[in-house]
Protein backbone atom coordinates (compact mmCIF):
# COMPACT_ATOMS: atom_id res chain seq x y z
CA UNK A 1 0.00 0.00 0.00
CA UNK A 2 2.63 2.18 0.61
CA UNK A 3 4.40 1.34 -2.64
CA UNK A 4 1.20 2.82 -4.61
CA UNK A 5 1.05 5.96 -1.95
CA UNK A 6 4.12 7.33 -3.79
CA UNK A 7 3.35 6.91 -7.96
CA UNK A 8 -0.34 8.53 -6.40
CA UNK A 9 0.82 11.79 -4.73
CA UNK A 10 3.76 12.69 -7.89
CA UNK A 11 1.19 12.34 -9.81
CA UNK A 12 -1.28 14.42 -8.28
CA UNK A 13 1.43 17.27 -7.65
CA UNK A 14 2.27 17.10 -11.27
CA UNK A 15 -1.56 17.32 -12.16
CA UNK A 16 -1.96 20.20 -10.01
CA UNK A 17 1.29 22.20 -11.79
CA UNK A 18 -0.16 21.46 -14.77
CA UNK A 19 -3.69 23.12 -14.16
CA UNK A 20 -2.03 25.51 -12.72
CA UNK A 21 0.48 26.51 -14.81
CA UNK A 22 -2.27 26.71 -17.83
CA UNK A 23 -4.11 29.15 -16.27
CA UNK A 24 -1.43 32.13 -16.78
CA UNK A 25 -1.71 33.50 -20.43
CA UNK A 26 0.41 36.09 -21.52
CA UNK A 27 -2.00 38.52 -21.01
CA UNK A 28 -2.70 37.98 -17.43
CA UNK A 29 0.96 37.86 -16.64
CA UNK A 30 1.25 41.95 -17.74
CA UNK A 31 -0.16 43.83 -15.01
CA UNK A 32 0.76 42.43 -11.45
CA UNK A 33 -1.89 42.71 -8.63
CA UNK A 34 -2.13 43.40 -5.05
CA UNK A 35 -2.47 40.53 -2.76
CA UNK A 36 -6.12 39.88 -3.37
CA UNK A 37 -7.48 38.42 0.29
CA UNK A 38 -8.19 40.99 2.64
CA UNK A 39 -4.95 42.91 3.91
CA UNK A 40 -6.81 42.93 7.30
CA UNK A 41 -8.93 40.40 8.26
CA UNK A 42 -12.38 40.53 9.78
CA UNK A 43 -10.45 39.53 13.08
CA UNK A 44 -6.93 37.98 13.89
CA UNK A 45 -6.82 34.53 11.28
CA UNK A 46 -6.69 35.43 7.54
CA UNK A 47 -6.69 32.43 6.12
CA UNK A 48 -7.22 28.19 7.14
CA UNK A 49 -5.36 25.88 5.19
CA UNK A 50 -5.32 22.08 4.91
CA UNK A 51 -4.19 19.28 3.17
CA UNK A 52 -2.00 16.16 2.19
CA UNK A 53 1.75 15.85 1.18
CA UNK A 54 3.93 13.06 0.12
CA UNK A 55 6.64 12.14 3.17
CA UNK A 56 10.32 12.70 1.95
CA UNK A 57 10.01 10.76 -1.81
CA UNK A 58 13.15 8.97 -3.15
CA UNK A 59 14.80 8.97 0.59
CA UNK A 60 14.81 7.35 4.11
CA UNK A 61 10.70 7.13 5.49
CA UNK A 62 9.61 7.34 1.92
CA UNK A 63 6.12 5.91 0.76
CA UNK A 64 4.23 7.45 3.34
CA UNK A 65 1.48 10.60 3.77
CA UNK A 66 1.07 13.62 5.65
CA UNK A 67 -1.54 16.30 6.49
CA UNK A 68 -0.58 19.23 6.58
CA UNK A 69 -2.39 21.88 8.52
CA UNK A 70 -1.72 25.57 8.91
CA UNK A 71 -2.93 29.30 10.39
CA UNK A 72 -2.59 32.44 8.74
CA UNK A 73 -2.64 36.07 10.44
CA UNK A 74 -4.29 38.80 8.96
CA UNK A 75 -1.52 41.54 7.40
CA UNK A 76 -0.63 44.21 10.27
CA UNK A 77 -1.62 46.62 7.17
CA UNK A 78 -1.63 46.59 2.72
CA UNK A 79 0.74 48.42 0.48
CA UNK A 80 -0.89 50.21 -2.12
CA UNK A 81 2.07 49.10 -4.65
CA UNK A 82 2.31 45.33 -5.52
CA UNK A 83 5.83 44.91 -4.89
CA UNK A 84 5.69 46.78 -2.07
CA UNK A 85 2.83 44.54 -0.88
CA UNK A 86 4.69 41.35 -1.00
CA UNK A 87 7.09 42.71 1.21
CA UNK A 88 4.61 41.99 4.12
CA UNK A 89 4.35 38.83 4.97
CA UNK A 90 1.74 37.02 7.06
CA UNK A 91 2.70 35.13 10.05
CA UNK A 92 1.90 31.67 9.65
CA UNK A 93 1.47 29.20 12.52
CA UNK A 94 1.38 24.98 11.40
CA UNK A 95 1.95 21.37 11.66
CA UNK A 96 2.87 18.33 9.31
CA UNK A 97 1.27 15.05 10.60
CA UNK A 98 2.73 11.86 9.28
CA UNK A 99 0.61 9.19 9.25
CA UNK A 100 3.08 6.26 9.76
CA UNK A 101 4.40 7.21 12.87
CA UNK A 102 7.62 8.89 10.92
CA UNK A 103 8.76 12.49 11.66
CA UNK A 104 6.06 15.24 12.39
CA UNK A 105 6.50 18.66 13.16
CA UNK A 106 4.88 22.21 14.18
CA UNK A 107 6.17 25.11 12.59
CA UNK A 108 6.07 28.70 12.71
CA UNK A 109 7.39 31.72 10.62
CA UNK A 110 6.86 34.38 7.95
CA UNK A 111 4.63 33.76 4.48
CA UNK A 112 4.90 36.02 1.20
CA UNK A 113 2.13 36.27 -1.38
CA UNK A 114 2.68 37.24 -4.78
CA UNK A 115 -0.07 37.89 -7.47
CA UNK A 116 -0.01 36.67 -10.96
CA UNK A 117 -3.40 37.50 -11.98
CA UNK A 118 -6.42 37.13 -9.52
CA UNK A 119 -6.60 33.72 -10.00
CA UNK A 120 -2.90 32.73 -9.86
CA UNK A 121 -0.54 33.79 -7.04
CA UNK A 122 3.03 32.39 -5.49
CA UNK A 123 4.17 32.20 -2.62
CA UNK A 124 7.26 31.56 -0.40
CA UNK A 125 7.58 30.70 3.16
CA UNK A 126 10.41 30.72 5.66
CA UNK A 127 10.87 30.02 9.41
CA UNK A 128 11.26 27.25 12.27
CA UNK A 129 10.04 23.91 12.61
CA UNK A 130 9.73 21.48 15.52
CA UNK A 131 10.22 17.63 14.94
CA UNK A 132 9.58 14.72 16.50
CA UNK A 133 12.31 12.53 14.14
CA UNK A 134 15.47 10.94 15.23
CA UNK A 135 18.64 13.34 16.00
CA UNK A 136 21.40 11.10 16.80
CA UNK A 137 24.10 9.60 15.20
CA UNK A 138 22.89 6.05 15.07
CA UNK A 139 19.37 5.67 13.91
CA UNK A 140 17.53 2.90 12.57
CA UNK A 141 18.18 2.23 8.40
CA UNK A 142 14.32 3.45 8.05
CA UNK A 143 14.68 6.61 9.80
CA UNK A 144 16.36 9.83 9.37
CA UNK A 145 19.16 11.27 10.83
CA UNK A 146 18.11 15.03 11.23
CA UNK A 147 20.90 16.30 13.69
CA UNK A 148 19.19 18.49 16.07
CA UNK A 149 15.76 20.67 16.70
CA UNK A 150 14.47 22.61 15.95
CA UNK A 151 15.18 23.04 11.79
CA UNK A 152 15.26 25.99 9.16
CA UNK A 153 12.03 25.27 7.48
CA UNK A 154 10.78 26.76 3.93
CA UNK A 155 8.18 26.25 1.34
CA UNK A 156 6.90 27.24 -1.52
CA UNK A 157 3.82 27.03 -3.19
CA UNK A 158 1.94 27.46 -6.94
CA UNK A 159 -1.61 28.58 -6.24
CA UNK A 160 -5.37 28.75 -7.87
CA UNK A 161 -7.91 30.89 -6.56
CA UNK A 162 -11.21 28.40 -7.03
CA UNK A 163 -13.54 31.61 -5.66
CA UNK A 164 -13.19 34.97 -3.12
CA UNK A 165 -12.87 32.86 -0.37
CA UNK A 166 -11.63 29.04 -1.81
CA UNK A 167 -8.10 28.33 -3.06
CA UNK A 168 -5.77 25.43 -4.29
CA UNK A 169 -2.33 25.14 -3.67
CA UNK A 170 0.42 22.67 -4.82
CA UNK A 171 2.94 22.98 -2.29
CA UNK A 172 7.16 22.12 -1.66
CA UNK A 173 8.29 21.83 2.08
CA UNK A 174 11.67 21.54 3.64
CA UNK A 175 13.50 21.28 6.54
CA UNK A 176 16.86 21.35 7.77
CA UNK A 177 19.59 22.47 10.14
CA UNK A 178 21.80 24.22 7.13
CA UNK A 179 25.02 22.09 8.32
CA UNK A 180 24.85 23.83 11.81
CA UNK A 181 24.10 19.89 13.05
CA UNK A 182 26.44 17.03 13.43
CA UNK A 183 23.88 15.46 10.50
CA UNK A 184 21.86 17.16 7.93
CA UNK A 185 20.20 15.10 5.34
CA UNK A 186 16.86 17.42 5.32
CA UNK A 187 13.55 16.28 4.76
CA UNK A 188 11.08 17.21 1.87
CA UNK A 189 7.48 16.81 1.50
CA UNK A 190 5.45 17.57 -1.55
CA UNK A 191 1.69 17.78 -2.39
CA UNK A 192 -1.54 19.61 -2.26
CA UNK A 193 -3.35 22.23 0.26
CA UNK A 194 -6.70 23.65 0.03
CA UNK A 195 -6.89 27.13 1.62
CA UNK A 196 -9.90 28.94 3.08
CA UNK A 197 -9.60 33.04 3.15
CA UNK A 198 -12.19 34.97 5.56
Not at 54 to 63: F, L, M
Not at 97 to 104: P, Q, R
Not at 129 to 153: E, M, W, Y
Request: charged share 15%; aromatic share 10%.
Amino acid sequence: MRSLQLPLMGALFLAALALLACEASAADLTVPLAYAPPAVGVGLISELRGGVLAHNPAARESGSADVNLEILFAKPFQPADPAMAFLVPRIHLGTTLNTAGDTSAVYAGFTWTYDFTDKLFAEVSAGAGFHNGKTGRIVPLDRIALGCSPLFRESASLGYRISQNWSVMATVEHMSNAGLCRSNPGITNYGLRLGYVF
